[in-house]
């Protein structure tokens, strides 16, 4: 059911993006923003994790670097049936912890010094069982997409701003005050759909 909700706030979202390339610029403003969104989809499909690692100034661990937190890891992803993912650290204070990856076959997790200084063992194991889920789930792969559209969408709209045109001047400004929140209501809501399928995984 969580999938089926996923999908259609997605298909919502790609459809959102569309309706406002349709009225920046009618039916090719349309097929051009579809286009888009299937090509910035399908980079991301291959380089966000890269570039989610690399923004973050994460270094990979192994079994010798880090033996408690990739054992920790290891054993959660056999526990849960899963091949190995890349085990990340980063050098920040805050208390953080994510996963990344387009299938659990290319995937990474990651957590802060912060948090593994701030939680128990048993808490870091909930947290990154928590992360595990994701990827089990296929969470990291959707979330970045459903971050790119509604990324690019704003991006749109704040274009359309400037360049709309006279003879459909109220419609654009409508369409592009309105798509940006529209967008950030069904990002959230499909945040928190796969945030509760993690947490019951």
Request: proline share 3%.
């Amino acid at each position: 059911m969580n999938m089926l909700k996923t999908t259609m706030l997605l298909a919502a979202l790609t459809a959102l993006f569309m309706a406002l390339g349709y009225t920046l610029g009618g039916s090719s403003g349309a097929v051009l923003s579809l286009l888009v969104a299937a090509g910035m989809n399908l980079f991301t499909y291959w380089n966000a994790d890269k570039i989610v690692l690399k923004m973050h100034n994460a270094r990979e661990v192994d079994a010798q670097s880090e033996p408690s937190f990739h054992g920790l890891v290891a054993n959660l992803a056999r526990r849960a049936n899963m091949p190995m993912p890349k085990v990340y650290l980063i050098d920040s204070p805050h208390p953080n912890a994510f996963a990344t990856g387009r299938n659990p076959e290319n995937a990474a997790v990651a957590a802060t010094t912060g948090l593994m200084a701030m939680l128990s063992r048993d808490e870091v194991e909930g947290v990154m069982a928590h992360e595990l889920a994701h990827v089990k789930n296929r969470d990291t792969l959707i979330m970045t997409m459903v971050a790119t559209i509604a990324g690019a969408l704003s991006m749109l709209a704040n274009f359309g701003m400037f360049f709309r045109s006279e003879r459909n001047g109220m419609a654009t400004i409508l369409a592009v005050l309105i798509a940006p929140f529209a967008a950030m209501i069904v990002q959230l809501a499909i945040s928190r759909t796969r945030e509760y399928g993690a947490d019951r995984t």
